[in-house]
C-alpha cells in the first residue's frame, strides 16, 4: 500500500464549530506532515511528527492543533477557524534515510472552507 | 521568505514540445526535488537531485542542478495533455522541512 489517504474530501464549517482532519499511511513511514494551500500558491508547512512525537511547529495558531494517535494516523483538530484560514490542507509522510527525510508521499487533501 | 523562484509562473505549449521549467533557491541544499501537482490534489514526487549531482533522469524528465548558480531546471520532453499541472520545486531545509517554490502551471495544448 503506498497511499496516503485523507478524510473528509471536503469540508464547510463555522467559525464556531469543532472538526477534524484525518491522514493515515501503511508504509511504515515514521515522519507525517500537515501543510496549508491557498490557492495559486505553494504548500506551507505546518507541523512534523517524527517517531510520533511532534518535531516541527511553524508558528502555527492554537486553534490548529495536532494529534499523531500512532505511527499510521494523524490528526488535525479545528477549532475556532476564521475565514482565512479556507485552503487545501494537505498530509504528507516519508521515511528517514541516514537521518535525512526525503521524499514525500502525500495525500489528495482535504478542502477547507470556514464560513 | 526562504521560497524559491520558479519561472516562468505560467507556461502553455502544443502537444509533443519540451517544456523547461526554472528553479533558483537560497539556501544552500542537501538535495532538490520536484513535485506535480494536478488541480487541487496532492502532490506526486517526481525526481530527487543530490547536491552532488548535476543531472538525473527518469523517463521524458531530465533534471540538472547548478549549485554555484543555486539553480536548477526541469525539462520535460514529448509532452503529453496528461502533463499539464503545476510543477514545484522543493528544498530541504535541515532534515525534515521542505520549502517549495512558488510552482510553474504547465498547460499542454493538443
Known amino acids: 500500500d503506498t497511499e496516503v489517504t485523507q478524510t473528509p474530501k471536503h469540508l464547510v464549517m463555522g467559525m464556531t464549530n469543532k472538526k477534524s482532519l484525518k491522514c493515515e499511511q501503511h508504509?511504515?513511514?515514521?515522519?507525517m506532515y500537515w501543510y496549508k494551500q491557498k490557492a495559486k500558491k505553494p504548500p506551507e508547512l505546518m507541523f512534523v511528527y517524527s517517531y510520533e512525537k511532534l518535531s516541527i511547529n511553524e508558528s502555527v495558531p492554537s486553534r490548529f492543533s495536532p494529534e499523531c494517535p500512532n505511527s499510521s494516523l494523524l490528526n488535525l483538530h479545528l477549532h475556532a477557524l476564521q475565514p482565512e484560514d479556507s485552503a487545501l490542507y494537505l498530509c504528507a509522510s516519508s521515511t528517514p534515510r541516514l537521518a535525512v527525510y526525503n521524499e514525500q508521499f502525500f495525500g489528495p487533501g482535504t478542502r477547507l472552507t470556514v464560513l | 521568505s526562504q521560497q524559491g523562484e520558479e519561472d516562468p509562473q505560467a507556461l502553455s505549449i502544443q502537444e509533443g514540445e519540451n517544456a523547461t521549467m526554472n528553479c533558483s533557491y537560497k539556501t544552500s541544499i542537501n538535495n532538490l526535488q520536484w513535485y506535480r501537482q494536478n488541480s487541487g490534489r496532492g502532490l506526486v514526487h517526481l525526481i530527487l537531485?543530490?547536491?552532488?549531482?548535476r543531472e538525473k533522469h527518469s523517463g521524458r524528465l531530465r533534471v540538472t542542478l547548478d549549485t554555484s548558480k543555486k539553480s536548477s531546471s526541469l525539462l520535460i520532453t514529448a509532452s503529453r495533455a496528461a502533463d499539464t499541472a503545476s510543477y514545484f520545486c522543493a528544498q530541504l531545509q535541515g532534515a525534515q522541512k521542505l520549502v517549495f517554490g512558488q510552482g510553474t502551471r504547465l498547460t499542454i495544448n493538443p
Open positions: 508504509m511504515g513511514h515514521r515522519a
Open positions: 537531485i543530490r547536491s552532488n549531482e
